[in-house]
């Protein structure tokens, strides 16, 4: 069972926004330590795609988005392109486990 | 173009032994920290082993601690995971990537090498 919860899997049409969340504690998001997100779509190498929670890396399209409330964190993705069907983990890091990094369990997106 | 190919991977029995190699391209590899990272079959990502620039602070996922051991050869731009004890557990697909220091994201990633334990 991952630190991170994350919801196993979300939906929506082309078009739609979907939002992923990423639930935490106080020793990990809670804590102020930074939320990164990676998207694995198949048969290609995982790539990342928010980090320190709210930036995108150069040539993410601006669809993405990242944010934190309390011990919780964000994807939001706007705009869902059939192209965007994968998997999605949201990655921090935790004080009760030496600062280790965490991931949660993963979400998978599916563009109906 | 920045790149990190995996290798080594395969089919060992329990207690057996196996090392990964990630052979890094298009940046300055001792400029950055590396990890392992590995994701079970069906299952989420999880965090093996980090070292950094200069292979003098190294971290290890508890399950991992004592039996995996990771390196690096700058000189070589290349990165290893060198593992022993093998547990059928251990069974995932492993990753390599960069990173600047422990805290930065993972920024370039592998495709990945597979390493199935199993009698």
């Known amino acids: 069972q991952s630190v991170l919860t994350q919801p196993p899997s979300v939906s929506g049409a082309p078009g739609q926004r979907v939002i992923i969340s990423c639930t935490g504690s106080i020793s990990n998001i809670g804590a102020a330590y930074d939320v990164h997100w990676y998207q694995l779509l198949p048969g290609t190498a995982p790539k990342l795609l928010i980090f320190g929670t709210t930036n995108r890396p150069s040539g993410v399209p601006d669809r993405f988005s990242g944010s934190r409330s309390a011990s919780s964190a964000s994807l939001a993705i706007t705009g869902l392109q059939a192209e965007d069907e994968g998997d999605y983990y949201c990655q921090s890091f935790d004080s009760s486990l030496s600062d280790s990094r965490i991931f949660g369990g993963g979400t998978k997106l599916t563009v109906l | 173009e920045v790149l990190l190919v995996e290798s080594g991977g395969g089919v060992v029995r329990p207690g057996g032994s196996l090392r990964l190699s990630c052979a890094a391209s298009?940046?300055?590899?001792?400029?950055?920290?590396m990890s392992w990272v590995r994701q079970v079959p069906g299952k989420g990502l999880e965090w093996v082993s980090s070292i950094n620039w200069d292979g003098g602070s190294r971290g290890y996922e508890d399950s991992v601690k004592g039996r995996f051991t990771i390196s690096r050869d700058n000189a070589q731009n290349s990165l290893y995971l060198q593992m022993k004890s093998l547990r059928a557990e251990d069974t995932a697909f492993y990753y390599c990537?960069?990173?600047?220091?422990?805290?930065?994201?993972?920024?370039?990633w592998g495709q990945g090498t597979s390493v199935t334990v199993s009698s």
């Open positions: 990537a960069r990173h600047y220091d422990f805290r930065s994201p993972l920024d370039v």
């Open positions: 298009g940046f300055k590899f001792e400029d950055f920290g």
